[in-house]
């Protein structure tokens, strides 16, 4: 199964630019790159999904280079309220319909 | 407003005594999906279902059985539960599986 690797952590300040990383060096061709956040005992809820170039949505934008191997998450303006962590699932299509989650990467957003 | 939910959301049970989650969604969604989260190993996949009387096992199905006989119903059954199965527990849901998912609001369950 295709493995994904994202920062322990990172830190910002509100109103600036947020890009995550996403390594995801075994993807498949059959595997969607999606993104999902959690709060504290909360369930993780989506935010973007693609498959390659450029996706953007009303809350980021998701930019995947041609050989797939890493995608990044870009979140404009952050607030306070986007402190959490995030999470770089594959979606594994025609096998379960699986979502591979990793370990995450817990956004601190400070005043 | 268009929800999955679980219940209980907080349970505390002994060693052997059979429990069942329950996870309903009322989006008409065809696929749903247990997962469980564990510090330091994120979420993984127990069982799956692309529609009704179609489930299919996860990444760790040991110890977990699951039906699907109605759409909107897909409860988790544990027939004899063992401490390694305290966890937090997600209940999914999906249009067809491959974009959105749906994620409840989660189930604590502590198995002593």
Same mark, same amino acid.
């Given at each position: 199964?295709?493995?994904?690797?994202?920062?322990?952590?990172?830190?910002? #300040?509100?109103?600036?630019?947020? !890009?995550?990383?996403? &390594?995801?060096?075994?993807? $498949?061709?059959?595997?969607?790159? *999606?993104?999902?956040?959690?709060?504290?005992?909360?369930?993780?809820?989506?935010?973007?999904?693609? #498959?390659?170039?450029?996706?953007? !949505?009303?809350?980021? &934008?998701?930019?995947?280079? $041609?050989?797939?191997?890493?995608? *990044?998450?870009?979140?404009?303006?952050?607030?306070?309220?986007?402190?959490?962590?995030?999470?770089?699932?594959?979606?594994?299509?025609?096998?379960?319909?699986?979502?591979?989650?990793?370990?995450?990467?817990?956004?601190?957003?400070?005043? | 407003?268009?929800?999955?939910?679980?219940?209980?959301?907080?349970?505390?049970?002994?060693?052997?005594?059979?429990?069942?989650?329950?996870?309903?969604?009322?989006?008409?969604?065809?696929?749903?999906?247990?997962?469980?989260?564990?510090?330091?190993?994120?979420?993984?996949?127990?069982?799956?279902?692309?529609?009704?009387?179609?489930?299919?096992?996860?990444?760790?199905?040991?110890?977990?059985?699951?039906?699907?006989?109605?759409?909107?119903?897909?409860?988790?059954?544990?027939?004899?539960?063992?401490?390694?199965?305290?966890?937090?527990?997600?209940?999914?849901?999906?249009?067809?599986?491959?974009?959105?998912?749906?994620?409840?609001?989660?189930?604590?369950?502590?198995?002593?």
């Amino acid at each position: 199964l295709a493995k994904t690797t994202q920062p322990i952590s990172m830190d910002s #300040y509100e109103g600036q630019e947020v !890009n995550i990383t996403c &390594s995801h060096n075994n993807i $498949a061709t059959n595997d969607y790159i *999606t993104w999902y956040q959690q709060f504290p005992s909360q369930g993780p809820r989506f935010i973007i999904q693609g #498959y390659k170039t450029k996706v953007t !949505n009303e809350v980021a &934008s998701l930019f995947i280079p $041609a050989d797939r191997k890493s995608s *990044t998450l870009s979140l404009p303006r952050v607030s306070l309220s986007d402190t959490a962590v995030y999470y770089c699932p594959l979606l594994l299509t025609g096998g379960g319909n699986k979502l591979t989650f990793g370990t995450g990467t817990q956004l601190k957003v400070e005043l | 407003e268009a929800q999955v939910t679980q219940n209980p959301r907080y349970l505390i049970t002994v060693t052997g005594k059979k429990l069942t989650v329950t996870c309903s969604q009322n989006m008409n969604h065809e696929y749903m999906s247990w997962y469980r989260q564990d510090p330091g190993l994120g979420l993984r996949q127990i069982y799956y279902s692309m529609n009704v009387e179609a489930t299919d096992k996860g990444d760790v199905p040991e110890g977990y059985k699951v039906s699907r006989k109605e759409k909107r119903n897909f409860p988790l059954i544990l027939e004899s539960p063992s401490p390694n199965q305290t966890s937090l527990y997600f209940c999914a849901s999906s249009l067809t599986g491959d974009n959105e998912q749906f994620f409840g609001p989660g189930t604590r369950l502590t198995v002593l």
